[in-house]
């Protein structure tokens, strides 16, 4: 009889051999690993096999759907219950403890009591130090659920380049009843700044098209939504519509992690992260600037109509 928790773990990677390692020696408690690569250069795909996990290439299109979402609609599960953990996570004992009894209670409870899914709490790591303070902590995602049910958001950002073919900021919705495990899983990674600062870049891209799509009202249909009396990430999303209309948010964004939400007591590395912090807050706004104002291109600014007036062209050329 196996001693395997019946799992279906799925891994999005794209040349991580640096953090692989650590994260499916985390995972061998699975009955199922799939890492899902994005034609990696360096050696994930040879290390997720060593550790006995099935490697799926995933090619992406450009638009939607992006890996997660494809991948729950794709590959062949023989487990009802699914758990994504990206690259740079771990699951600890504890926490499959856990999940082993979450599940086998909810197999064995009757209907009305049954979780279709659960909140997974992460500690994030940064420089070896654990970022407990500046809101960083609890950070609860839904990442345990039944596949048949859980889809990623759209929140019509494919159009924008550069921001990878991975959902990150996008969150499950699961028309059932979930619940929050105890223990933490674990983020890490065990790269460098530059692929912190490499990362980020592609994020503010995507971020920007998220505050100009608050801006232009666009429509919330398909995503998780935004209330106030919501669960922690609908409040997030309340608190956004109302962050993305105030000024000054590289600034607020530090005193806000740093001080308000005492960030120092995080020492040396909370420092360092809460600058960091401020300058993503920067790129977004630039970004943001450059999407509004130049159809999201450098040096594309609006010229004036034919029909215009030749001193308003001239004015407007000056401007420019």
């Not at 040879?46 to 997660?68: C, D, L, M």
């Not at 279709?116 to 303070?133: A, E, P, T």
Request: glycine share 6%; with cysteine.
């Amino acid at each position: 009889m196996s001693n395997k928790i019946p799992v279906s773990v799925i891994i999005p990677a794209k040349n991580e051999e640096a953090n692989l390692p650590a994260c499916l020696a985390s995972l061998q408690q699975a009955d199922e690993i799939f890492v899902v690569d994005s034609q990696s250069t360096d050696k994930s795909a040879e290390i997720a096999t060593s550790y006995g996990a099935k490697v799926v290439q995933f090619h992406f299109n450009g638009r939607w759907p992006k890996k997660k979402n494809w991948s729950l609609e794709n590959l062949p599960f023989r487990n009802e219950w699914i758990l994504i953990v990206d690259c740079d996570e771990r699951i600890t004992p504890e926490l499959w403890d856990e999940i082993a009894v979450s599940i086998q209670n909810d197999q064995q409870s009757d209907q009305q009591s049954q979780f279709d899914g659960f909140y997974l709490n992460r500690r994030v790591f940064f420089m070896g130090k654990w970022i407990r303070h500046g809101g960083k902590y609890p950070d609860w995602n839904l990442r345990l659920f039944k596949h048949k049910l859980g889809r990623y958001e759209n929140l019509n950002t494919e159009e924008i380049r550069n921001t990878g073919d991975n959902e990150v900021h996008e969150h499950v919705i699961l028309p059932g009843k979930v619940g929050y495990l105890k223990n933490d899983m674990l983020h890490e990674d065990f790269r460098d700044l530059f692929h912190w600062l490499e990362r980020h870049n592609r994020y503010s891209n995507w971020e920007a098209r998220v505050y100009y799509n608050i801006l232009t009202g666009k429509d919330d249909d398909g995503t998780i939504g935004a209330s106030l009396f919501g669960d922690a990430v609908q409040r997030k999303r309340f608190l956004k519509k109302i962050w993305v209309r105030l000024p000054f948010k590289p600034l607020l964004r530090f005193i806000l992690f740093y001080i308000i939400q005492r960030g120092f007591l995080d020492g040396k590395a909370g420092y360092i992260y809460g600058r960091l912090l401020s300058q993503y807050e920067y790129q977004i706004g630039v970004k943001l600037y450059e999407l509004r104002s130049c159809n999201g291109q450098l040096n594309t600014a609006k010229k004036p109509t034919k029909t215009a007036p030749k001193f308003q062209q001239q004015e407007a050329e000056t401007a420019i």
